[in-house]
């Protein structure tokens, strides 16, 4: 990598990243050109003795004790100005001593402690045995973090070992994790839950208890996350231990036990593949593999108690390997997106138990007659050039799935019967007026749906507005995405529970519109593209007659911007971003004036702005200044992002 850089000739900073071994540092060092242009390199490492061999060490002070006090007490009761009552001003002043300064250890306990009742504290106190007052070892890091770990109910703790699977400084989709949780039966079943939402809430709890670090967070949500680097060795080392997971081709070479049950394949090269031949795979139960070529693992066929495979993105897993994998009879996971699979064998069938299958972006035509046997499915991701057979309405068990393309309106009907969905995203192919009707009645039966996602709908879908408003309740989020001529649907107005909105392609954004917005109660999250403008002379004022009692985020593109905000509009806004031909605007309305100075609670502002070659007024330096000076005069001081487009 370092090679391919152009830094012979440059003055040039790099910075490298938790180095562990003397000899990776040798081969960096070798790549690294000293052409006396005042370059700097720096390097971070847990090893002193490699700091000593780089030079140039700087150790890392750890935090004083009224710093530590004020994160530990930030992470419990949410502000740093409160303390723990006098009761627990001793122990906790103890635990923070233990806890050595180091800020992951802090928040990892205290984290835990925000649960606890007053009397548990002296418990986890003698927990964390000697603690890291004395000397920040990797033992006595792992031994703090052991404390949070056993504390766990063990659905957690089965679902934290889990993802020592994945490699170091991985960013882990939750979505895909919680899936795989599901289909290796770490999820138990609640009352009035789905499967998914159950293993929402043990992902929330990790985050909750800083044992898992939340990643794309929007809305208050995460969806990713990352391990620290000391968590992911602590769950590493107890999943060799309890012979959980085993790993190969990780940064750490470890001895692998005779017998594994779950593997994760990292990397492979000559030195793993002798270590694998070590290895009894026959109760192999789980796989995953983030190496393209396979073709130096056991054969498929060795792996008969499979339960969980997972080979996505490895590039030489072709027609051959599905027809195998077709008689792991235990398969209740497979994931095989974005390999080379062209075709599914009718075996398919025999995977009876199958939960979770996702063959997404790969050139599968159609699936095979069989496929609709496999009644356990609960989640399904095909592509959209995959074609469903006939019956995809005995698939009942259905709970979320994606990419489907409607071809025709018999797939509506058997859309219709899968009565157990949450989540459905689908594209329709040419669209017509006779898909309406059918529409209607597909989603007056998807009563437990919350996210839908719909690609292709021309026209309108507005069947007024107390049609589907009681079947749909639990509706969350709505995507309307590559639509034609598309008007706004008064129905989603009386959706109670619907949070998020999305419209691409609207044709105007009229003022009765508006008002369907502005009345739905949990409205938080709003983007919005119009077509057509209505080319006006006075803008659309949004004001207080406009609830957006909930709304957060707004974010509208259009050619010409024609909303103007008064006092008092969507007061808990603190995200806006506007997408517009400054040009178009200006020409229109004279003015650049969108009443950003009036939105109480805004935080950030984002202006995409495209113009077109044959300028004429204002200057983008000018444009850029007015819409800054009304972002200057809000209140709250919020900061201003521009990007510019010429078309």
């Known amino acids: 990598l370092i090679h391919g850089l152009p830094i012979s000739s440059y003055r040039y900073l790099i910075v490298i990243d938790d180095i562990w071994k003397s000899s990776a540092w040798k081969t960096i060092k070798h790549a690294l050109i000293e052409n006396k242009c005042g370059s700097r390199i720096i390097t971070t490492t847990r090893n002193l003795d490699i700091a000593k ?18 994160l530990f007490c930030k992470r419990i009761f949410g502000t740093e100005d409160k303390c723990p009552p006098n009761q627990l001003a001793e122990v906790s002043h103890n635990i923070i001593k233990r806890c050595g300064g180091v800020p992951l250890a802090i928040m990892t306990i205290a984290s835990m402690l925000a649960s606890k009742k007053g009397n548990d ?39 934290l070992l889990s993802i020592s699977l994945y490699p170091e400084d991985y960013k882990i989709l939750a979505r895909d994790l919680i899936w795989r949780w599901i289909g290796e039966g770490f999820v138990r079943e609640e009352h009035g839950k789905s499967l998914y939402e159950i293993g929402e809430d043990y992902f929330s709890e990790l985050i909750n208890k800083s044992l898992i670090q939340p990643a794309d967070i929007t809305n208050d949500k995460a969806s990713a996350c990352r391990v620290h680097d000391m968590v992911l060795d602590l769950i590493t080392s107890l999943s060799r231990e309890e012979n959980f997971l085993t790993y190969i081709g990780g940064q750490q070479p470890v001895s692998a036990p005779s017998k594994v049950c779950r593997l994760s394949v990292q990397s492979l090269n000559e030195g793993n593949v002798k270590q694998m031949a070590t290895m009894s795979v026959s109760h192999l139960r789980s796989l995953s ?9 056991p054969a498929l066929s060795s792996f008969s108690l499979m339960r969980a495979l997972d080979l996505s993105y490895c590039s030489t897993v072709d027609n051959r390997h599905a ?3 077709c008689n792991m009879f235990h398969l209740r996971h497979l994931w095989l997106c974005k390999t080379n699979i062209t075709q599914i064998p009718d075996e398919i069938g025999n995977l009876q138990f199958l939960q979770v299958l996702d063959v997404s972006e790969t050139k599968i035509q159609v699936l095979p007659a069989p496929f609709v046997q496999l009644t356990q499915l609960v989640y399904l991701h095909i592509g959209i050039s995959t074609s469903l057979p006939e019956g995809m309405g005995n698939l009942k068990s259905l709970q979320e799935l994606k990419d489907i393309y409607v071809t025709s309106p018999s797939m509506l009907h058997g859309l219709s019967k899968l009565t157990e969905l949450r989540n459905l995203c689908i594209r329709v192919y040419e669209w017509n007026d006779d898909y309406k009707e059918l529409f209607r009645r597909c989603l007056s039966n998807l009563v437990n749906l919350k996210t839908i996602k719909i690609t292709g709908v021309h026209r309108s879908i507005d069947y007024g507005v107390d049609n589907l408003s009681s079947e749909l309740q639990q ?7 590559d639509s034609i001529n598309f008007n706004m649907p008064r129905w989603i107005s009386s959706l109670s529970n619907l949070s998020t909105l999305l419209i691409q392609h609207l044709e105007t954004l009229r003022e009765e519109d508006l008002q369907v917005l502005g009345n739905m109660p949990s409205l938080r999250d709003l983007d919005i593209w119009v077509v057509k403008t209505t080319y006006r002379r006075q803008r659309m004022v949004i004001n207080s007659s406009y609830p957006f009692q909930c709304l957060a985020r707004l974010k509208i593109g259009s050619s010409i911007m024609e909303l103007k905000f008064a006092q008092g509009a969507m007061q808990r806004l603190e995200t806006l971003e506007v997408i517009l031909s400054v040009q178009r605007t200006w020409d229109q309305f004279g003015d650049l004036d969108f009443g950003l100075e ?41 900061t ?3 990007v510019m487009f010429k078309l």
């Open 289 to 297: 593999v983030f190496e393209q070529d396979i073709s130096l693992l």
């Open 53 to 70: 061999q780089i030079g140039g060490v700087y150790v890392l002070k750890p935090l004083t004790l009224a710093h530590s006090r004020k």
């Open 598 to 638: 009036n939105l109480s609670s805004l935080k950030q502002v984002y202006v995409g702005r495209w113009y077109d070659v044959s300028w004429s007024k204002p200057e983008p330096e000018e444009a850029g200044d007015a819409i800054w000076q009304a972002v200057h005069v809000n209140p709250n001081k919020p």
């Open 323 to 325: 027809k195998v994998i």
């Open 121 to 159: 504290w002296s418990k986890v106190y003698q927990a964390m045995g000697s603690g890291l007052q004395d000397s920040p070892d990797v033992k006595d890091m792992r031994r703090i973090l052991s404390v949070s770990y056993y504390d766990l109910p063990p659905h957690l703790k089965t679902c």
């Open 640 to 642: 201003l992002e521009f």
């Open 475 to 481: 509706l969350q989020c709505i995507h309307l995405t």
